[in-house]
C-alpha cells in the first residue's frame, strides 16, 4: 500500500463551524506534513510531524490545530476559519523526515470557507 | 538560503514534440532535487530526483532530468510529449543540512499538450 489518504474531498464551512481533516498511510513513514496549495500556486509547508512529535510550525496561526494520535494519522482541526483559508490542503509522508527523501502526496481536501 | 526558479509558467507543445520544462536553482550547499507532477484535482507524485551519483537521472512516465552544477539547472525532458502528460510541474530543492522541512518548491509550470 502507498497510499496516502485523505479524507474528506472537499469541505465546505462558515466561519463559526469547527471541522477536522484526516490523513492516513500505512507505509510505515514516520514524518508526515500539512501543505496548504492556493490555485495555481505551489504548496506551502504548514507542519511537520517527525515519529508523532510536531516538529515544524511554519507560523501558522492558530485556528490550525494539527494532531498526530499515532504514526499512521494525522488530523488538521480547523475553527473559526477565515474565507482566506479556501484552498486545497494536502498530507504528505516520507520515510523518516530527511531532506533527500520521496515525498508521498494525498489527493487532497479542498476547503472553502464560506 | 535555498531557491528555484522556473522559467515559463505556462509551455505549450504538440503531441510528439520535444517537452523541456527548465528549472534552475541556488543553494549555498550541494542540493536534493525534484521533480513533481500535479494533475488536475489530485496531489503531488515524484517523477525523479537527484540526490547523488550520476547527473542524467530517469524519472517516470518517460521523463528524464540533467543536473548541470556549472549551470545550476535541472531541466525536466520528455523526448515525445503525450497528451496524458498536460498537467503542472514543480521543481523542488532541499539540501542535507536541513530536514525535508527545507524542501523549496519553484512556481510551477503548466504544460499543455495540443493534438
Known amino acids: 500500500d502507498t497510499e496516502v489518504t485523505q479524507t474528506p474531498k472537499h469541505l465546505v464551512m462558515g466561519m463559526t463551524n469547527k471541522k477536522s481533516l484526516k490523513c492516513e498511510q500505512h507505509?510505515?513513514?514516520?514524518?508526515m506534513y500539512w501543505y496548504k496549495q492556493k490555485a495555481k500556486k505551489p504548496p506551502e509547508l504548514m507542519f511537520v510531524?517527525?515519529?508523532?512529535?510536531?516538529?515544524i510550525n511554519e507560523s501558522v496561526p492558530s485556528r490550525f490545530s494539527p494532531e498526530c494520535p499515532n504514526s499512521s494519522l494525522l488530523n488538521l482541526h480547523l475553527h473559526a476559519l477565515q474565507p482566506e483559508d479556501s484552498a486545497l490542503y494536502l498530507c504528505?509522508?516520507?520515510?523518516?523526515?530527511?531532506?533527500?527523501?520521496?515525498?508521498?502526496f494525498g489527493s487532497g481536501t479542498q476547503l472553502s470557507v464560506l | 538560503a535555498q531557491s528555484v526558479t522556473q522559467l515559463g509558467s505556462h509551455v505549450s507543445v504538440s503531441e510528439g514534440a520535444l517537452v523541456l520544462l527548465r528549472c534552475n536553482y541556488s543553494?549555498?550547499?550541494?542540493?536534493?532535487l525534484f521533480w513533481y507532477v500535479q494533475y488536475p484535482n489530485q496531489g503531488l507524485q515524484l517523477l525523479l530526483k537527484?540526490?547523488?551519483?550520476?547527473?542524467l537521472v530517469k524519472g517516470i512516465n518517460g521523463f528524464e532530468a540533467e543536473f548541470k552544477k556549472s549551470e545550476t539547472s535541472f531541466h525536466l525532458t520528455k523526448p515525445s510529449a503525450h497528451m496524458s502528460d498536460a498537467a503542472e510541474y514543480f521543481c523542488?530543492?532541499?539540501?542535507?543540512?536541513?530536514?525535508?522541512?527545507?524542501?523549496?518548491f519553484g512556481s510551477g509550470t503548466q504544460l499543455t499538450v495540443l493534438p
Open positions: 507505509m510505515g513513514h514516520r514524518a
Open positions: 504528505a509522508s516520507s520515510q523518516s523526515g530527511t531532506a533527500n527523501e520521496k515525498l508521498f
Open positions: 537527484y540526490t547523488t551519483g550520476a547527473t
Open positions: 523542488a530543492v532541499s539540501h542535507s543540512s536541513g530536514s525535508a522541512r527545507q524542501l523549496t
Open positions: 510531524y517527525s515519529y508523532e512529535k510536531l516538529s
Open positions: 543553494s549555498s550547499v550541494p542540493p536534493y
